[in-house]
């Protein structure tokens, strides 16, 4: 039996197409709050011997955890990893684990040659991609001014080599001719999870926000397949759970833009969407990693 809940709430169980002990486990989580759960990703900045200065979760049976990242032991007695001197001098860079979890497909992408992250700031996506391969000529761009500020204060505190700071609209880059073999784009969006993180979000379930994130994620995009030069990479990600921003984006741009696929990323095989016939990734906050996420890596044939 579906549990009680709030019209908006049951209607993102009913939409996700959720059993019902799987939708009680959500509804629990968005109520409690309490899902967020820390990473540390060691910057370029931290010696490839560097071990973080406190005590962290052995993760060694999680598959899909992306390189040089740690998860900090939580508890009495433990202080907090933003408490220590490396953390202030840029040594690594804290997040929910679920954003690491976003950027697992990356596992399937071969170092790139030129890579944009149009939504970029505050940096953590291009954060995990230097921990995972050192960018080469990597543009991190942000078009919001004042998010732009901290996007480039946490590339220079952190160190990440070769990296161009823009705030572009995807439109001007769409215009600019510019071309890249990696493309991310972790796009605005209603951000359902982060009721999950005990963070207020008005209006966060209802159709008017849902609706209005899919079109301009679906904007985002159309601009972006355009800077894709041949075989090119397309991560694309959100904090959000409705299908509408994310199996369905995912789908209309497999529909109008020829020559783009899905590309399958084993080590998420366990997570992948039941909405979707292509390979789609759905982390759930009752997963254990975070307070969860969406992602899919789409490859643009050659
Ligand atoms: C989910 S956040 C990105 C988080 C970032 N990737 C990270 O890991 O730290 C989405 C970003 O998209 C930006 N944004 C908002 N509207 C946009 C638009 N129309 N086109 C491109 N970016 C937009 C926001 O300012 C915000 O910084």
């Given at each position: 039996m579906m549990p009680d809940g709030s019209h908006g709430e049951l209607r993102l169980c009913q939409r996700l197409a959720l059993d019902d002990a799987e939708a009680r486990a959500l509804l629990e989580a968005m109520r409690a709050g309490s899902s967020s759960r820390s990473a540390v990703v060691l910057t370029p900045?931290?010696?490839?011997?560097?071990?973080?200065?406190?005590?962290?979760?052995?993760?060694?049976?999680?598959?899909?955890?992306?390189?040089?990242?740690?998860?900090?032991?939580?508890?009495?007695?433990?202080?907090?990893?933003?408490?220590?001197?490396?953390?202030?001098?840029?040594?690594?860079?804290?997040?929910?684990?679920?954003?690491?979890?976003?950027?697992?497909?990356?596992?399937?992408?071969?170092?790139?040659?030129?890579?944009?992250?149009?939504?970029?700031?505050?940096?953590?996506?291009?954060?995990?991609?230097?921990?995972?391969?050192?960018?080469?000529?990597?543009?991190?761009?942000?078009?919001?001014?004042?998010?732009?500020?901290?996007?480039?204060?946490?590339?220079?505190?952190?160190?990440?080599?070769?990296?161009?700071?823009?705030?572009?609209?995807?439109?001007?880059?769409a215009a600019s001719g510019e071309r890249f073999d990696l493309l991310l784009v972790d796009a605005p969006c209603s951000g359902q999870s982060l009721l999950c993180k005990g963070i207020r979000n008005p209006g966060c379930l209802g159709s008017a926000m849902v609706n209005g994130n899919a079109k301009r994620q679906k904007g985002i995009l159309l601009a972006a397949v355009q800077c894709a030069d041949p075989g090119a990479h397309l991560l694309y990600s959100t904090c959000t759970y409705d299908p509408d921003e994310n199996e369905k984006v995912m789908a209309y741009i497999l529909r109008r833009v020829p020559g783009w696929e899905a590309v399958e990323v084993p080590s998420l095989a366990s997570f992948r969407s039941r909405l979707a016939d292509f390979a789609a990734y759905r982390l759930y906050p009752h997963h254990g990693f975070g307070a969860g996420g969406f992602c899919c890596l789409l490859r643009k044939n050659d």
């Amino acid at each position: 039996m579906m549990p009680d809940g709030s019209h908006g709430e049951l209607r993102l169980c009913q939409r996700l197409a959720l059993d019902d002990a799987e939708a009680r486990a959500l509804l629990e989580a968005m109520r409690a709050g309490s899902s967020s759960r820390s990473a540390v990703v060691l910057t370029p900045k931290a010696p490839p011997d560097y071990v973080p200065p406190f005590p962290c979760e052995d993760m060694s049976a999680v598959s899909w955890l992306p390189p040089r990242v740690f998860v900090p032991q939580a508890g009495k007695g433990i202080s907090r990893p933003t408490a220590y001197e490396d953390y202030r001098n840029g040594l690594y860079y804290m997040l929910d684990l679920s954003s690491c979890w976003e950027s697992a497909a990356l596992a399937q992408v071969s170092p790139p040659a030129r890579s944009l992250d149009l939504c970029a700031a505050p940096g953590g996506k291009s954060m995990l991609m230097a921990a995972r391969y050192l960018p080469q000529n990597h543009t991190a761009n942000e078009v919001n001014a004042a998010r732009r500020g901290i996007l480039r204060q946490n590339m220079e505190l952190c160190g990440v080599p070769d990296v161009t700071v823009t705030g572009l609209r995807p439109d001007q880059w769409a215009a600019s001719g510019e071309r890249f073999d990696l493309l991310l784009v972790d796009a605005p969006c209603s951000g359902q999870s982060l009721l999950c993180k005990g963070i207020r979000n008005p209006g966060c379930l209802g159709s008017a926000m849902v609706n209005g994130n899919a079109k301009r994620q679906k904007g985002i995009l159309l601009a972006a397949v355009q800077c894709a030069d041949p075989g090119a990479h397309l991560l694309y990600s959100t904090c959000t759970y409705d299908p509408d921003e994310n199996e369905k984006v995912m789908a209309y741009i497999l529909r109008r833009v020829p020559g783009w696929e899905a590309v399958e990323v084993p080590s998420l095989a366990s997570f992948r969407s039941r909405l979707a016939d292509f390979a789609a990734y759905r982390l759930y906050p009752h997963h254990g990693f975070g307070a969860g996420g969406f992602c899919c890596l789409l490859r643009k044939n050659d």
